[in-house]
């Protein structure tokens, strides 16, 4: 939850730095990398922002939210 307090509160690099903890515990949680790219996407880092939105889907090929983000990020 810290994560995404820091993502709503426009501090995306604590929020990255929160989800990168997350990921290093949980790599099978598709809801992390999707806000890791939705992070990157409001840095205006749109690769990253895609490789994070593709790693979602390589854990959860039916994440309807990661195809959502991926495709507003041209990926």
């Known amino acids: 939850m810290l994560g995404i307090i820091a ?3 426009k ?3 604590r929020a990255l730095g929160y989800f990168q903890q997350v ?14 790219g939705a992070c990157f996407w ?4 749109i690769e990253q922002a895609i490789a ?3 790693q979602a889907l390589a854990v959860k090929p039916d994440y309807f939210d ?10």
């Open 7 to 9: 993502y709503q509160t």
């Open 11 to 13: 501090e995306y690099d």
């Open 23 to 36: 990921i290093s515990i949980k790599q099978d949680w598709p809801e992390t990398y999707n806000n890791m």
């Open 42 to 45: 409001e840095q205006g880092k």
């Open 52 to 54: 994070a939105y593709k």
């Open 66 to 75: 990661a195809y959502d983000n991926l495709a507003l990020a041209g990926g």
